[in-house]
C-alpha cells in the first residue's frame, strides 16, 4: 500500500472526511450506551471467524486497536527519575504501551511472565508521567504482603526521589500515616488487599490519579470483597492490573475483569449478556450456551481484550538469558519408605507398631482418610508422621522422640541425594532456592540443616511480615 501512494495518482473528487471518534474515558459519567456499543462492535466486526485467517481479519483487528490506541507517542528512553539501572528494550516498548493506555484514557492488564520486570515497568511508567506529564500522583499501589516489601525496595533502588508510603502495620501505626495523606505530601502509596478493605474510610477518601493492583488476577472473582470494595467505595480514573497469569476461559472471570477495567461499559451482568449472548438468543430470554457458544464468545472477549493487555514470554524477548534447564531425578525409596509405601498402598492404612488405638481400642493400624495424600508425604520422609519417628526414635536410643544425624537423612530417598547434592554446592558457593509444598517437610529439612551445619533461612506462611524484609 505504501509503494501504490508513492506513485503519481489521478485527481479523485473529495470524499467527505469522517470526524475522528473521540475515545471514551472508561470511567467518566458520560459514556452514552451508543458509545459502549460501539467500542464492543468495533471488537466483534470481522474478528469472529477464528480460522479463516484472511488479510480482512488482520486488517479488522488492526484497526480495533488503533481506534483504542488512537493516540500515539513515542517512548524511546526511560524518565531521568529512574536510576541505579536501564531498562531493557522490551521493557522500554512496555512502558510506551503503559503511556499509551493513558494517553487514550484506557485501562489495562500488564501481564508479562513472571521475571520480565512488571515491578520495573510500572515505576517506569510512574517516573514518566511525574516527568512528562506533570502527574505526581496520588498513585494507589496494592499488593499482597509477600512482596510488599520487595516493591519499597524497587522504589528505593531505581526512584529514591519519589515520596513514597509503606502504608502497613498495627493500627495506631497506620494512623500516624493520616496527617501526611491528608497533606498530599506523598506521591505513591503502597499497601495491601487487607488493609484496603480494613480501612476504606481512610484510603477512599483520597482521589486517587492511578490504581495498580499486582497479582490483579485475583480480580477476576467478581464477588470477592476486594473487587467489590474497590468498585464501591475508591476512585482513580486509571487503573493497571500485573498478572503473570494468562487469561482464562471462563466466562465469568473474563466479565470481572473487564468489568473492573473498563466499569462503566460492563456495569452490569443483564448489559453483557445482550451483548454475547444475543446471536444466540432467538426469543430474547436467558438461554443455556452449549460448550461451542461458549468458546465463541470466549473468542470475542479477548478480542476485546486485546487493546488492553500486554503479555510477553521470556523466550520471545529475553535473548540474553539462556535456555532453562530441567533435572527430573528420580530417587529410591528407602527400606523403610518401601514397607510404609506398599502398606498404604496395599491397605489404604499406615503401618504402626500396634500402639496407635482407634475408636474400638484396635492397634496396628491408624485409617487415614486422603490416601494419596498420605503417600506423598511417605515420598517425602516418612517422619512427617509423628507417631512413626518416635517409635524409631525410641529404638534408635535417642531422647525426646526426634531422630537426628545419620539415621535423620537416611530415612529418605530425597534426602539422602540432597545429601550428596548440596556439599558440592556449598563448596562451589552457589546459593540453594529450595521449595517445599508441605511446612511439616521444611521443619525436618531444618533439622538436616543444623546436623549439616548449613546456614539457610526460612520463609513460609507463618513468617511475620515484619521478618519478611529482613529474610
Not at 344 to 362: C, N, P, R
Request: glycine share 6%.
Amino acid at each position: 500500500q505504501e509503494e501504490e501512494e508513492e506513485q503519481p495518482q489521478p485527481a479523485q473528487p473529495a470524499l467527505p472526511v469522517e470526524e475522528k471518534k473521540k475515545i471514551p474515558d472508561p470511567d467518566s459519567d458520560d459514556v452514552s450506551e451508543v458509545d459502549a456499543r460501539h467500542i464492543i462492535e468495533n471488537a466483534k466486526q470481522d474478528v469472529d471467524d477464528e480460522y479463516g485467517v484472511s488479510q480482512a481479519l488482520a486488517r479488522g483487528l488492526q484497526s480495533y486497536y488503533a481506534v483504542a490506541h488512537a493516540v500515539t507517542e513515542r517512548v524511546d528512553k526511560q524518565s531521568a527519575l529512574m536510576v541505579n539501572g536501564v531498562l531493557k528494550q522490551y521493557q522500554i516498548k512496555g512502558l510506551e504501551w503503559l503511556v499509551s493506555l493513558y494517553n487514550n484514557n484506557l485501562n489495562g492488564i500488564l501481564a508479562d511472565e513472571m521475571g520480565l520486570g512488571k515491578t520495573i515497568q510500572t515505576i517506569a511508567l510512574i517516573t514518566y508521567l511525574m516527568e512528562h506529564k506533570r502527574i505526581n500522583g496520588p498513585f494507589l499501589i496494592i499488593v499482597p504482603l509477600s512482596t510488599l516489601s520487595n516493591w519499597a525496595y524497587e522504589f528505593d533502588k531505581w526512584a529514591p526521589s519519589v515520596v513514597k508510603v509503606s502504608y502497613k502495620g498495627s493500627p495506631a501505626a497506620r494512623r500516624a500515616f493520616v496527617p501526611q495523606l491528608r497533606s498530599g505530601k506523598f506521591n505513591v502509596l503502597l499497601t495491601t488487599y487487607e488493609y484496603i478493605i480494613k480501612d476504606k474510610h481512610i484510603l477512599a477518601k483520597i482521589r486517587w490519579k492511578y490504581m495498580i493492583v499486582d497479582e490483579g488476577h485475583r480480580m477476576k472473582n467478581h464477588h470477592c470483597k476486594l473487587t467489590q470494595v474497590l468498585n464501591t467505595h475508591y476512585v482513580a480514573p486509571r487503573r493497571l492490573l500485573l498478572t503473570g497469569t494468562p487469561l482464562q476461559n471462563k466466562l465469568p472471570e473474563l466479565w470481572a475483569l473487564l468489568n473492573f477495567l473498563l466499569p462503566t461499559i460492563f456495569k452490569s451482568c443483564s448489559t453483557f449478556e445482550q451483548w454475547f449472548n444475543a446471536p444466540f438468543a432467538m426469543t430474547g430470554e436467558k438461554v443455556d450456551l452449549n460448550e461451542e457458544e461458549t468458546i465463541l464468545i470466549i473468542r470475542r472477549l479477548h478480542k476485546v481484550l486485546r487493546p488492553f493487555l500486554l503479555r510477553r514470554l521470556k523466550k520471545e524477548v529475553e535473548a540474553q538469558l539462556p535456555e532453562k534447564v530441567e533435572y527430573v531425578i528420580k530417587c529410591d525409596m528407602s527400606a523403610l519408605q518401601r514397607v510404609l509405601y506398599r502398606h498404604m498402598q496395599a491397605k489404604g492404612v499406615l503401618l504402626t507398631d500396634g500402639s496407635e488405638k482407634d475408636k474400638k481400642g484396635k492397634g496396628g493400624t491408624k485409617t487415614l482418610m486422603n490416601t494419596i495424600m498420605q503417600l506423598r508425604k511417605i515420598c517425602n520422609h516418612p517422619y512427617m508422621f509423628q507417631h512413626i519417628e518416635e517409635s524409631f526414635s525410641e529404638h534408635l536410643g535417642f531422647t525426646g522422640g526426634i531422630v537426628q544425624g545419620l539415621d535423620l537423612y537416611r530415612a529418605s530417598g530425597k534426602f539422602e541425594l540432597l545429601d550428596r547434592i548440596l556439599p558440592k554446592l556449598r563448596a562451589t558457593n552457589h546459593k540453594v532456592l529450595l521449595f517445599c509444598q508441605m511446612t511439616s517437610l521444611m521443619t525436618i529439612m531444618e533439622d538436616y540443616f543444623a546436623y549439616r551445619g548449613f546456614k539457610y533461612l526460612r520463609l513460609d506462611g507463618e513468617c511475620p511480615w515484619r521478618g519478611r524484609g529482613s529474610v
